[in-house]
């Protein structure tokens, strides 16, 4: 299957580029730059060197021997993204968009960022290509990730908090296009998903496809066979789509795993797909939205910042329709069991949105045959979660520890 | 047949060398607020308006109207009262009355039923910020056949080519933006501008509005002659904020001003 050979950032009836015209010449640039990078093997080597000697790649695959005992049933194994550089699966696509900025000659960078992990990758990335970096945060996202905030501005990126609606990743977006708007002559606006107008979607998922390539070649070498199949969390979709991208071609079920927050029924979730609550809009791109009545997007609700985003990639969106990713959801509740479990028995520590993918294997190992094969995106670590997973477990010495610090 | 935009703009025109265009945000401060805007426009002389549809999603209004269209939304604004407004908007101004906004509002409801609601206002067409003309043809051209103008948007920085393209798919008037970045910031009227709305002038033969950062006589009177329009967003609402509609109507006046003066100091 090659979801991109039109180049059009046509995905059936999603993707497209809903921009302001004053967007139309940057935006068009980019798609150049990004083709002749694409059609240039060189380009892909030179990322590929960058990515082992500067992260971690390739990540491991680790087999999950005791959580598969305990669970019985299916061969649980977790592709380790959390042990790049900076914690994620984020920083591929950034150290990629970042060689394609200096491609282009910019000297400024701009991203929004939920989580902060990829605000993080960012103002990595640019300090150590010498970018000046900007990073656009909605004010709640500043409040539950103040760590990450810490290391953006050590790494000499300015935080901004966006105060603008729900105060979330869509309103960090929405700033970072008006910022673009005006600044692109020197600026590249490295976006952090497989989201957004085309050629977004499209050149994040070719960046993260090294996730999935590579760990079709290990599982292939490790375990000498492909596995049953693959879960991935889905915020945006792009550690879902780096890992999916592997295996489409094969006999393999994929599975992305959206927040369930408080529950489908409880309408404090951000999930577009498996609730049947989304509907088609356009915000930029056409895809699945959860909006109202009047076509106006909603506040969404997670436990992990980085799930909490009301729209979802247009290709995961077509992929949906067309069967060839199921789509389901993990609640908060289930998500931090996901996490201790998965701490406890492994010494793991997955990031909450990568315990959403965890939780879904988890709930449905037993339906698996001993011995076949499920691997999921451990998409990051979690010790950015440190201040929501203690607070989410009531930890008593963690909360006196803060109160002591506070105090002095 | 009614007459289509473009015949009202050059019947307008044929007594006014610059037109004068307003904008609101419907429900914002509040309808009766709209209302009370509206007669301040109908007062100072205001020539055609345009009813922006608040969204959850502005991306390209700066500050001021982004805040103006969540605060509408948090205070209850529906797509449905924003037509009401319109209808009303056309038994309070002369001038044609546009819907401006963001494709997904007209996605949402349906091209078919949001064009259907749009005639019936009697709206005379529909600016949308983030529909470029490839992908919205078959609204367009829906319009148009409905006898409705869909308006679309140029900007400096894009190539020739680029607005020769989207020249060719205006209807109406071209909305021209003075500068890059979004509404409410700071434009220099200057050389750059002129350029700008000559080259507009070369690819179109449509009206020329101009908008983005007009905020005094000074820039109305720079306007004369260049273009056929100037449209004042950012400004007004900051003055109806500060000193309500009577503020309104003489900043309104005062611009007028700077039409008729504008010829004398070219
Ligand atoms: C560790 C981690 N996983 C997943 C996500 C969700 O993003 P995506 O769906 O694009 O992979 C984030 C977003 O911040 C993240 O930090």
Redesign the pocket.
């Known amino acids: 299957m090659n979801l991109f050979s039109s180049r059009s950032g046509r995905y059936g009836p999603y993707g497209g580029a809903y921009i302001p015209e004053v967007l139309h010449s940057c935006i068009a640039e980019l798609t150049a730059a990004f083709y002749a990078a694409k059609d240039d093997p060189a380009f892909w080597a030179e990322y590929v060197t960058l990515m082992a000697r500067y992260s971690c790649r390739p990540t491991p695959i680790t087999p999950l021997d005791n959580i598969s005992r305990h669970l019985g049933g299916a061969r649980l194994l977790a592709k380790r993204e959390d042990l790049n550089h900076t914690g994620?699966?984020?920083l591929n696509n950034v150290m990629g968009q970042g060689l394609l900025a200096l491609r282009m000659g910019k000297k400024r960078v701009i991203a929004e960022t939920?989580?902060g992990?990829?605000g993080v990758a960012t103002a990595t990335m640019a300090a150590r290509f010498g970018l000046r970096c900007k990073i656009y945060m909605g004010e709640e996202d500043v409040q539950r990730q103040r760590p990450n905030v810490f290391w953006m501005e050590r790494l000499g990126a300015e935080v901004e908090p966006v105060r603008l609606g729900s105060r979330t990743l869509k309103d960090a977006i929405n700033e970072c296009l008006r910022d673009w708007s005006h600044s692109m002559d020197d600026t590249h606006y490295v976006l952090?998903?497989?989201c957004g107008p085309h050629p977004f979607p499209e050149m994040v998922s070719y960046f993260q496809s090294i996730v999935g390539q590579e760990a079709r070649t290990q599982l292939l070498e490790l375990e000498g066979g492909l596995p049953q199949r693959v879960y991935a969390?889905?915020?945006?979709?792009?550690?879902?789509m780096g890992i999916f991208q592997g295996f489409l071609d094969d006999p393999v079920e994929l599975v992305g795993v959206e927040a369930g927050g408080k529950g489908l029924k409880s309408g404090r979730h951000a999930s577009r797909i498996a609730s049947g609550e989304g509907s088609v809009g356009v915000a930029g791109y056409r895809s699945y939205f959860l909006q109202d009545a009047d076509g106006q997007m909603v506040d969404t609700h997670s436990v992990a910042a980085?799930?909490d985003y009301v729209g979802v990639s247009p290709i995961l969106a077509y992929l949906a329709d067309s069967g060839r990713v199921r789509f389901t959801a993990a609640e908060d509740g289930e998500v931090i069991e996901a996490l201790k479990l998965t701490m406890r028995l492994e010494g793991l520590i997955p990031?909450l949105?990568?315990a959403h993918a965890f939780a879904a294997a988890y709930r449905e190992a037993r339906q698996l045959k001993s011995g076949e094969r499920v691997l999921i995106s451990m998409?990051?670590r979690g010790d950015k979660d440190i201040f929501t997973v203690a607070e989410a477990l009531g930890d008593a010495s963690w909360l006196e520890y803060l109160k002591r610090k506070a105090g002095g | 047949m009614v007459e289509t935009l473009e015949q009202s703009l050059r019947r307008a025109l044929a007594s006014k060398p610059l037109l004068l265009m307003a904008h609101l945000v419907a429900g914002y401060p509040s309808f009766d607020d709209n209302l009370h805007m509206l007669e301040a426009m109908r007062e100072g002389g205001v020539d055609l308006v345009e009813v922006q549809f608040p969204f959850s999603e502005p991306v390209a209004d700066g500050p001021v109207f982004a805040r103006a269209n969540q605060t509408a939304l948090e205070r209850g604004t529906r797509v449905s009262a924003c037509f009401d407004l319109m209808a009303r908007a056309r038994n309070i101004l002369p001038g044609p009355l546009l819907m401006m906004g963001y494709c997904n509002t007209v996605f949402h409801m349906g091209e078919g039923r949001f064009l259907e609601k749009l005639a019936a206002v009697g709206a005379a067409g529909f600016i949308l910020a983030d529909l470029p003309p490839e992908l919205g043809a078959d609204l367009y051209g829906r319009a148009q056949a409905l006898g409705m103008s869909g308006v679309l948007i140029l900007t400096p920085n894009t190539t020739l080519e680029r607005k020769r393209e989207v020249a060719r798919q205006a209807r109406g008037l071209i909305y021209c933006a003075a500068r890059k970045g979004v509404t409410g910031l700071k434009t220099d009227f200057g050389g750059s501008v002129e350029d700008f709305l000559r080259d507009v002038g070369a690819v179109s033969p449509l009206p020329r509005a101009l908008g983005f950062g007009v905020r005094a006589p000074a820039d109305v009177a720079f306007l004369r002659g260049k273009a056929e329009m100037a449209v004042v967003g950012t400004a007004a609402l900051e003055t109806y904020e500060r000193g309500g509609a009577r503020a309104l109507a003489d900043f309104y006046r005062r611009l007028q001003e700077g039409v008729l003066t504008g010829g004398r100091e070219a």
């Open positions: 994620s699966h984020k939920g989580a992990q990829h952090g998903t497989v969390c889905v915020g945006g979709g792009s550690n879902a980085g799930l990031a949105e990568s998409s990051g």
